[in-house]
Structure formats: C-alpha cells, structure tokens
C-alpha cells in the first residue's frame, strides 16, 4: 500500500461496487482529480494499491491526496456526464489539461431572429436558433468574403432595428434596410438562404440560376441588373475556390493524435458538405503515464462536452477507444441524432485520417523546437545577466517593480515574479498605497512598496534580483529601504530613456546592445510590471467611478440601490420623492426611506428638516459629505 491516512483507508474499503464518480481532494479541500467508474471500488482501490510500474502522474497526484469524495450513479453514462460537468467547472490539476492555440472564427446567422444577420463570432452557443458555419483558420480571409457578400447580398449586421431611418449602411448598398421597411421579407429571406448554401458549399445550383438570371436580363438589355447578377457570380467562385475541396460528402469531424515523451499534440480536420472548411490545434502540456485511447476519450469529453461545439454524424478517429459504444450513446444525446465514432480501414476517409495523424505529428515536432528554443532563450538570457552584472549567484527568481497614478490619485504598484526567465503569474503581487495617496511622488511610493514586500512578508521567498522602473533617483529611494528589510540581493535600475542598466555599487550605468537576449529579457519584466500595474489601477479607477452617491446612505446596500433606481428614473426624481414615496419601494421600510430623505433634504444652515414631526440634530459632518458627493 502506499502511505496513505486512516481516513482514506477506510474509505476505500467502504466504497460501494456501483457505478459513480471519485474525486480526490488535497489537504486544503481542493478537487485534484475527476475520475469515473463502472465499479467504484475497484476502480479507486488501484490508485492505493502498491504498484512499481505506477505511472509518475499518478504517484505525485497520490503524494498530495488527502481525502475522498464520492457520487454514486445509476448508470455508467449518468457517471459520464457527471466527470464531464465536474471538470468542465472544477478543472482539477491532475485531470489531462487541453489546450488551444487560438480560437477561430465562425460565421454566424441569427436564424432565430425575424430578420436573421450575420456575423463574425468566437464563440458558439449551441441550441440558440443560429447556424454556424465553420470554424474558419484565416480571419482575414472570411472578412473579405463577408465584404465581398454583402455587397451582393445586402443582408443586415447591426443590433438595433429600433431606428426611425435608415442608417449609413444603406446608403452604401451594404444593408437593404429592413429595419425601415424598405426590404420585402421574402426576398430577404431567400438573400439569406443563399448565402447559407455558399457557406455549405451548394454552389453549383446558385451559380446555375444566377448565370440564367444574367442571361435573361441581358436579352432584355437591361445591363445594369445582368452585371450586378455577374457580379455576385463572381462573388460565389471567390468563395468556393477559399474552401479546400475533399471528395466525397457528409459532416464529420477528423482527430489524428501525436505522442512524445511528455506532450502530445492533436489535429482535428472540420469536413462540411464534402469540403475542409477549418482545422484546430491541440495540445497536452504533460502527457506521462496517460494511454492514447485515454488521451483521446479526454478530448473527446471536454470538446464536444462543451456544449459549444456542434456535434457532427461522423467523427474519425486514429486509435480504438475503449469506452467507444459509451462515448457514442453520449455523443448521439448531445446532438439528438445517431453519432458514429470510428476507426476507417480504407477509402477517402482513411488518407484524411492518416493526413491528421502527419499534421499532429507536425504540430507537435514544431511546438517541441518552439518550447526548447524558447527554454535555450530564456536561460541563456539569465545566463547572461549574472555574467555582464556580476551577480553573486545566478538570478533564478527576478521581482520588479513599477508604480501607477493620475497626478498622484489611486496611486497603486506592483510586483510582477519571473522564474528562470519566465513569468510566474500565481507570484504576481499588487498594491494599493496608503501613505502617497494625492502626492504625486514615485520616490516614496516605491519606497512604501519596498517597506511592505520586504519589510512585512517574510514568508515569501527572498529574490535573486530586484528590478525598479527608473534611474539612479528610483534606485537610491529604494536602496536604503530594501537593506535595513534585511535584504541583500541585488537591485538594478532599467530607465527608459536610453535603457541604461544602473547597479548599485556602479558609478556609470550598462548599456546593452538592443538585440542582446539578456535586455530584451529586462525589457520584458519590466513591460509585465507597467501592464499589470495599469490593469490594477484602472480597475480601481473604475470602481471608484461606478460608486454611486447612494452608497454613502446609512442602510442602502446594492439590492435596495437597485430597487431605487429601478422605481425612479433619475436621481433628481429620488431627491424629489417623499418619504411615504420612497417607502413604497420594494425592500424599503421606514427607518430607510426617513435615511434617503434626510441625506437629500439639508438645509442651508446645516440641520435636517422636520421629518414625521421629529426635529432632527445638526448635521455638519453629513452636510460636507453631501456636498462632496453631490
């Protein structure tokens, strides 16, 4: 047995032969891992069972487990179902973690709507009304097929079909503008479906009845309609020719699966009406001890589980998978249609197969050289530091800081983290300062920053380096700082201007080539430290904004605030109101809607009206804070 508590023990042996799900949890309660069985005990007695060839994944997940949660199911696909929704919200650290590239995009057509429009979107709702067609790998490309659409099929982008007149769109023949009933529906319903069939790839019949279209009108010498129909001939082929042709018809779905060491990259063709209209990258950071079946049941769980992605009839794949009849029966539930999972033997199908597996493979060669190049990068740049500064040890762990206000107003820092070159984002620290506030004086701030990061965490650990964002000024108001913390790593300065490097036992600054690796990697901390100190202080400056006067009344939390301007329409009308008014509300009783009246009715000398025939007391404290919010 490996070590595990008591606690974990006995209740392994207490599990029940059922089907569920298992969650193993660490020490402070949080889910590391999801898994699912046809027999929980079986399953989770081999995660506690001595076993030499135990995979490493495996054997560090059960060094951190603490503890055991479990949910008995009915079935084996009610067990499914649960794994995909509690990993989908919990995203466990021990679970295969996918990752995407990028987000492609797709063309979406509101069919639901009454005058359906179309779009660019990222991001698929599935069962909304809309079509989707996609996804789509070039978004310059479908911009200008769009472009080159609506010209041509003037069909509607806007939100808003609440407007007295046309907008601008109209007046450029991008838009026929059914929102100012100058478009017939029925027209612009069959604008509409022809475009659905471009998208499809239905273009043979569309390219017929518009070339007989231009036919007709040039008998009839009417030559301005024949060279718009011409023109949205040529619309169409652009179209068409942007889509790889694949022969044979169908919408089905291609993985193929590569494998290293410790990645492993996937590919996954999208084939719609017969023609690759998209592809998407994948890739898993830590692939040890993790079967290729089990790596592709996983994608297949968390990318159609999604609910985002539609799930085609047919979906191909390299390997046999174990629960394939089960991943079938799940997958045919989310579309509401049979959905086959298969391995094929030959044909059309097989090459497209066998062209996914070679563009895994592809993928997951390049990304490899990008990763080993990006690590050579990365510490040779630290590398170089600790030579050209003369750093007595190697900089592993490099803090810098940088300071943020608006003439000295919400003055914030921050303390962004790199670790052998790379951004460690879970260190990242920011601060609002207390003792700089409405001054406008970096020197002190940066120094207060200092005095809490050094000074009071203790228990953080101590840096190899510290970059400030400044001169020689920056760099002497911290330095005295830093040592009376106890701290003796080394600080340097990167100013601006020049990117001069100043160290503190130097008299003239460094000066580095700008193509050297190891500046552009001080460049980089100390852009991170200015975006994530902006990020911060912006978002304060947007939440003091956002404050409403509202607030500063005794009793007034966010749902009675709501309730107030739900009921009222301006402030003016609430400062108007009276209190059997205001006690009308929803949520309002006496005592609040008497706080509401008195804060907006103060008179000029200072004291409170007379209120249900109670003199109120002198207010000068509320009175100035009335008058500072009003």
């Not at 100190?533 to 978002?539: A, K, S």
Request: hydrophobic letters at 35%.
């Amino acid at each position: 047995m490996i070590p595990v508590n008591d606690h974990i023990r006995a209740k392994v042996e207490a599990l029940p032969s059922s089907p569920g799900v298992y969650q193993w949890k660490d020490k402070n309660g949080k889910v590391i891992y999801v898994g699912k069985a046809v027999n929980l005990k079986n399953r989770v007695r081999s995660y506690v069972r001595e076993d030499k060839n135990r995979s490493p994944k495996v054997a560090a997940m059960m060094n951190h487990a603490e503890d055991l949660d479990i949910t008995m199911t009915h079935t084996e696909m009610e067990a499914l179902i649960l794994e995909c929704n509690l990993i989908k919200e919990l995203h466990p650290r021990y679970n295969i973690s996918l990752r995407d590239d990028k987000t492609y995009p797709y063309v979406k057509i509101t069919m639901a709507d009454e005058w359906p429009r179309i779009l660019i979107t990222r991001y698929m709702k599935y069962n909304d009304g809309a079509r989707y067609f996609g996804p789509f790998t070039d978004v310059g490309s479908l911009r200008e097929t769009l472009r080159l659409l609506r010209r041509y099929y003037p069909i509607r982008t806007c939100r808003n079909m609440n407007v007295p007149r046309p907008c601008l769109q109209y007046h450029l023949h991008l838009c026929c503008a059914p929102c100012a009933g100058f478009c017939e529906k029925e027209k612009y319903l069959a604008m509409v479906e022809d475009i659905c069939h471009i998208f499809e790839g239905k273009n043979h019949e569309i390219i017929q009845d518009l070339t007989q279209r231009m036919e007709e009108s040039a008998e009839k010498m009417d030559y301005e309609t024949a060279a718009r129909f011409r023109n949205q001939i040529q619309a169409v082929k652009s179209v068409q020719q942007r889509q790889n042709i694949i022969s044979g018809e169908g919408d089905y779905d291609v993985i193929g699966l590569a494998r290293s060491e410790e990645q492993a990259g996937i590919e996954i063709f999208y084939i719609r009406y017969g023609r690759m209209v998209g592809k998407e990258n994948f890739y898993v950071p830590d692939s040890r001890g993790d079967s290729s079946s089990e790596l592709l049941e996983a994608f297949v769980k968390d990318f159609y589980g999604t609910g985002t992605v539609p799930v085609p009839r047919e979906i191909i794949i390299p390997y046999p998978l174990s629960e394939e009849v089960l991943l079938s029966r799940w997958l045919s539930g989310l579309r509401r249609s049979e959905v086959r999972l298969y391995v094929p033997e030959r044909g059309v199908k097989k090459n497209l197969k066998d062209m996914a597996q070679a563009n895994a493979e592809k993928y997951l060669s390049d990304r490899r050289l990008q990763w080993e190049y990006t690590r050579a990068r990365e510490e040779g740049a630290v590398d170089t530091l600790y030579k050209l500064l003369g750093l007595p040890q190697r900089p592993e762990r490099i803090e810098c800081f940088d300071i943020s206000h608006i003439q000295g107003a919400e003055t914030t820092g921050s303390m962004v983290v790199f670790e052998n070159g790379r951004p460690a984002r879970g260190e990242y620290r920011k601060f609002k300062l207390i003792t700089t506030q409405g001054k406008a004086d970096d020197f002190r701030s940066m120094a207060e920053v200092m005095q809490r990061r050094y000074g009071k965490e203790k228990d953080w650990p101590a840096p190899d380096l510290i970059v400030v964002d400044g001169g020689r000024g920056q760099l002497n108001a911290v330095l005295p700082v830093i040592r009376n913390c106890g701290v003796e790593a080394p600080v340097i300065g990167l100013a601006k201007r020049m990117e001069e490097i100043f160290v503190e036992d130097r008299r003239e600054p460094v000066v580095l080539d700008r193509h050297e690796p190891a500046l552009q990697l001080l460049q980089y901390i100390r852009d991170e430290a200015h975006r994530f100190v902006i990020t911060y202080h912006r978002q304060w400056t947007v939440k003091r904004n956002a404050e409403s006067i509202l607030d500063h009344i005794p009793g007034i939390g966010p749902k009675r605030r709501g309730a107030l301007w739900k009921a009222f329409r301006s402030l003016d009308d609430i400062k108007k109101a009276t209190p059997e008014e205001l006690q009308m509300v929803p949520g309002l009783n006496k005592a609040a809607s008497k706080n509401i009246y008195q804060f907006f009715h103060l008179d000029k000398e200072g004291k409170r009206t007379v209120i249900m025939g109670q003199d109120s007391q002198n207010a000068e404290d509320r009175k100035k804070e009335h008058r500072n919010y009003k």
